[in-house]
């Protein structure tokens, strides 16, 4: 706890992971932070950030919500591990699950993250069906274990461990068709979709797509599977995202908010037929376990959050602060055009994708490096930016890094929203063209 930031940096470089070192140092997002609470954060000089990341969604509640951090304390003398036992908040936890996912799901695996979840309901929906192929979006993000990462759709992630999960087939977002022609065969065990693609942009369907999908997949006989790790516990403005839809999957992936920003738990869940298919009955019930997953601490942190999510109608307020955020931010986009090429999310899961750079005598004297950097660096340049002047807490998402979110927790206030709507006006003001924002902001970084 005594390390100071530049200790901190340096056993990083020395001991732990040198490149991530050096290019959060270089956006100065090495900063040390030693306190925080709600959407608030101080760093170890004692100034306060507003935090509009929010760990991915992992932070609906905010930072050490006192009700989930005391539901933790509360089970702190039971046995937090004991595989030779059922737990008794495995079960809590996985009754008050069912009582809120959509349809029929009802049985539920618990693990630690979202990837591990993936990782789960691949092989249900494989030993469930006893078919092997799995098709998943373009654009996608389910994680980067190595069956995760066989069905995200993101070449950077994956060339450097390829051959991967064999069977594993890309369709492009949003187009049934695409889809149709994969199933027709009838050999595909499950479709893998996020009802919203965060990492990809935050890319929203057209409406009756998720619908389509729900019936293409019914009719070839293969299982739906909506990754919701991200969009699910009130994120969008309903408990999960497809409900938006009014679609029910055959299998559900959850995490991030589950356990509350306090504990770490993931889960994948399906109905009574499709468990019992895989892993039913006592010779089979064992084939897909986890050490840490469901322990005692962590089912406490989703038991709590669960009760959080439904006792403060997060979900009804986000619909209306995300209205807000989305109404604030489109006004900015009519009065810098040049800079913003769209703005969509729904609910509080929100992106802001700038234009492209091209041309210019800047980019042919750096042999074309300058549109290179602004290609992969602008929604970073934005979010130091937010960070360094402003003091919020931002950042690009993974398969798009054209794409600074806004994801902060649920709990946000409007106070809060408009000191973000204020920054980012404050800084489209200063810097009337991308040209300008990319030369101000990233001419330092270009020098180191």
């Not at 959509?102 to 494989?126: D, I, M, Q, W, Y």
């Not at 997060?314 to 619909?319: S, V």
């Not at 004297?365 to 402003?390: D, I």
Request: glycine share 10%.
């Amino acid at each position: 706890m005594q390390l100071n930031r530049r200790d901190v940096r340096d056993i990083y470089k020395q001991y732990a992971n040198p490149g991530l070192a050096t290019m959060m140092g270089l956006i100065n997002f090495d900063k040390k932070f030693v306190r925080a609470q709600g959407v608030s954060v101080w760093d170890d000089q004692g100034n306060e950030y507003l935090d509009f990341l929010g760990g991915y969604g992992a932070l609906n509640f905010g930072h050490n919500h006192l009700q989930i951090v005391e539901a933790v304390q509360q089970a702190g003398e039971l046995p937090n591990l004991l595989q030779a036992s059922l737990g008794t908040l495995y079960a809590a936890l996985a009754y008050n699950l069912a009582q809120i996912t959509p349809g029929e799901l009802c049985r539920t695996f618990f693990g630690n993250s979202g990837a591990e979840a993936v990782e789960g309901a691949l092989k249900l929906a494989r030993a469930a069906t006893k078919k092997t192929r799995i098709i998943h979006c373009e654009g996608s993000f389910h994680g980067k274990t190595f069956g995760a990462l066989s069905v995200t759709g993101k070449s950077k992630y994956q060339d450097p461990f390829k051959p991967l999960l064999p069977g594993c087939e890309a369709v492009p977002f949003g187009d049934p068709n695409a889809l149709e022609a994969k199933l027709r065969n009838r050999d595909v065990a499950a479709f893998i979709i996020e009802p919203i693609q965060g990492e990809g942009g935050v890319h929203i369907p057209e409406e009756g797509y998720l619908r389509q999908v729900r019936d293409l997949c019914t009719r070839y006989e293969t299982l739906l599977i909506f990754d919701e790790i991200q969009t699910g516990f009130a994120r969008t403005g309903t408990t999960f995202a497809c409900q938006w839809d009014t679609v029910e999957p055959d299998i559900m992936c959850l995490g991030k908010s589950l356990g509350g920003g306090v504990m770490p738990i993931s889960a994948f869940t399906t109905t009574e037929g499709i468990w019992d298919r895989a892993f039913g009955g006592m010779e089979k019930c064992a084939l897909h376990t986890s050490t840490f997953g469901g322990n005692a601490r962590a089912c406490a942190a989703g038991i709590a959050s669960i009760e959080v999510m439904i006792n403060e109608n997060l979900a009804e307020q986000t619909r209306g602060k995300g209205a807000y955020l989305l109404q604030g931010l489109r006004e900015l986009q009519e009065k810098y055009p040049a800079l913003i090429k769209e703005v969509r999310g729904r609910g509080l899961l929100i992106g802001i994708e700038f234009n492209q750079v091209s041309g210019g005598f800047l980019n042919k004297v750096t042999g074309g490096k300058l549109n290179k950097f602004a290609e992969e660096y602008l929604a970073a340049l934005v979010a130091g930016e937010l960070m360094n002047r402003y003091q919020i807490i931002t950042a690009y998402t993974l398969n798009n890094p054209n794409v600074i979110r806004f994801e902060p927790p649920l709990i946000v206030t409007r106070e809060q929203l408009d000191t973000l709507l204020h920054a980012l006006e404050d800084i489209f003001k200063k810097h009337s063209s991308i040209w300008s924002l990319v030369l101000s902001s990233g001419k330092n970084l270009m020098m180191k």
